[in-house]
C-alpha cells in the first residue's frame, strides 16, 4: 500500500506565498517522477510542475518564474514553493507521484494525493 499526502493549501492574498508539501509513504522501492497538477472550477486538471529523481523539472508556461518544485528523496517528498501568486492560482492542487514498488518496472503506478486547496484572494 502506497499513501500520498499534500499539506500547505490556504488561502493567500495576491502576491503572497504558500508551500506546499507532499510525502509518499507505505511500501515504496523507489519514487520515480514526482509533480503537481492542479484544478480549477469548471476547468481540467492541468500540469504545474514536476521533477523527476535525478532533479530535472519542467513547468507549465503561467507558472514559470514564480514557482520552484523540489524534492528530497530520502523522504520520498515533493515541494512546491509557490511566490507572486495570482487569483487565477486558485484550485485544488494534487499531487502525483510515479512509484515503484518492488525493483521491477512492472510494479510502477501512479498514485494521486487527494488534493489541496489554494485560494488566492484579490
Known amino acids: 500500500q502506497v499513501q500520498v499526502v499534500e499539506s500547505g493549501g490556504g488561502l493567500v492574498q495576491t502576491g503572497g506565498s504558500l508551500r506546499l508539501s507532499c510525502a509518499a509513504s507505505?511500501?515504496?522501492?523507489?519514487?520515480?517522477?514526482m509533480g503537481w497538477y492542479r484544478q480549477a472550477p469548471g476547468k481540467q486538471r492541468e500540469l504545474v510542475a514536476r521533477?523527476?529523481?535525478?532533479?530535472?523539472?519542467n513547468y507549465a508556461d503561467s507558472v514559470r518564474g514564480r514557482f520552484t518544485i523540489s524534492r528530497d528523496n530520502a523522504k520520498n517528498t515533493v515541494y512546491l514553493q509557490m511566490n507572486s501568486l495570482k487569483p487565477e492560482d486558485t484550485a485544488i492542487y494534487y499531487c502525483n507521484a510515479d512509484i515503484r514498488t518492488t525493483m521491477f518496472m512492472y510494479s510502477r503506478r501512479e498514485y494521486w494525493g487527494q488534493g489541496t486547496q489554494v485560494t488566492v484572494s484579490s
Open positions: 521533477i523527476t529523481s535525478g532533479g530535472s523539472s
Open positions: 507505505g511500501s515504496i522501492f523507489s519514487a520515480d517522477a
